[in-house]
Nanobody, 126 residues
């Protein structure tokens, strides 16, 4: 099993920045890609960003491309999400996810991830 713990969420004004972290523990050697998803009240959980095991490949949702950056430090078993130019519509609970399967492309679907964190709240005020 892999345990994921997110941190770094909070309240920020529109235009501000936050950096989320996700620390992994347990059978981390079984992990491959890692990703971030988010869920706003009354909405489905949606893909935000993902990164391959080596960090050489990334993918972003169209709504965050150019504003968010995903990165990882495998020595620390940690993945990060730098969020800049935040908008009120970015308000959601952000979840970290880790996959154990290898895919041709960086996975962007929920079903492609095996482990999930508990989530961290991000609130952007206007």
């Amino acid at each position: 099993q892999v345990q994921l713990v997110e941190s770094g969420g909070g309240l920020v004004q529109a235009g501000g920045s936050l950096r989320l972290s996700c620390a992994a523990s347990g059978r981390t050697f079984s992990m491959s890609a890692m990703g971030w998803f988010r869920q706003a009240p009354g909405k489905e959980r949606e893909f935000v960003a993902a990164i391959s095991w080596t960090g050489s490949s990334t993918d972003y949702a169209r709504s965050v491309k150019g504003r968010f950056t995903i990165s990882r430090d495998n020595a620390k078993n940690t993945v990060y999400l730098q969020m800049n130019s935040l908008k009120p519509e970015d308000t959601a609970v952000y979840y970290c996810a880790a996959g154990s399967q290898q895919y041709y492309r960086v996975p962007t679907l929920r079903r492609q991830y095996d482990y999930w964190g508990q989530g961290t709240q991000v609130t952007v005020s206007s």
